[in-house]
């Protein structure tokens, strides 16, 4: 332990330590946003489309199931060693699943809320935008809280095989060089900005139930 505060220190010193956290923390936010926003518009897809999710679901599934590490080696050849391949990799242990776990809330609505819409005489639309949206709500917001977690362990696996920079890559240069201490200073510092982001979360779910 004395180890590491004392790398702690030193790299904070120098600024290295705010520079590699900075960057994973980037590439985790990004990662994330993404996953929602894909989610969100695909699931209200296979929502509104019923035919469309009876022809990719099954693929969802499959590809959910698919282990991610597999893919790395793959992104880096479509895109490249660079930041963007780290934030698709963070993007695809997330996102299959996210999508399947939105889908099924929305799908879990009440029926006679939205019987009651369209007997009001509104349209599927308003269905969404009034009933279905405010009642999967607690769902959605669970999904956060796992997609966050998610995106970072996708990032840490980009970082692996295509950064020069970020906490992942700071484990494995010392796991490759031996300095256990920098490899248990990066896992100490994605342990707090894992609770510190997931607490993020869980503040926006306290507010939004009220």
């Not at 796992?146 to 020069?164: D, K, P, Q, S, T």
């Amino acid at each position: 332990p004395q180890k590491v505060i004392r790398t702690i220190g030193i790299m904070w010193t120098d600024g290295s330590l705010i520079r590699h956290t900075a960057i994973t923390l980037g590439e985790t936010a990004a990662s994330f946003i993404l996953v929602i926003l894909f989610s969100f518009l695909t699931a209200t897809l296979l929502w509104f489309f019923h035919s469309l999710s009876e022809i990719l679901e099954p693929w969802l599934v499959i590809l959910n199931s698919l282990p991610k590490s597999a893919l790395a080696p793959l992104l880096i050849v479509w895109l490249g060693a660079s930041m963007r391949t780290i934030i698709v990799a963070g993007m695809s242990v997330a996102i299959f699943g996210s999508i399947i776990s939105m889908y099924t809330a929305f799908c879990e609505t009440d029926p006679e809320a939205m019987k009651l819409i369209y007997t009001l005489g509104g349209n599927r639309l308003q269905v969404m935008t009034q009933v279905v949206c405010p009642s999967s709500l607690p769902s959605v917001i669970s999904i956060l809280k796992v997609n966050i977690g998610l995106c970072l362990v996708g990032v840490i696996i980009g970082e692996f095989l295509a950064a020069r920079l970020g906490l992942g890559y700071l484990i494995i240069y010392g796991s490759q060089v031996f300095k256990l201490d920098l490899v248990l200073m990066s896992i100490v510092i994605l342990c707090i900005l894992a609770a510190l982001m997931y607490q993020g979360i869980a503040l926006a779910e306290r507010r939004a139930e009220r």
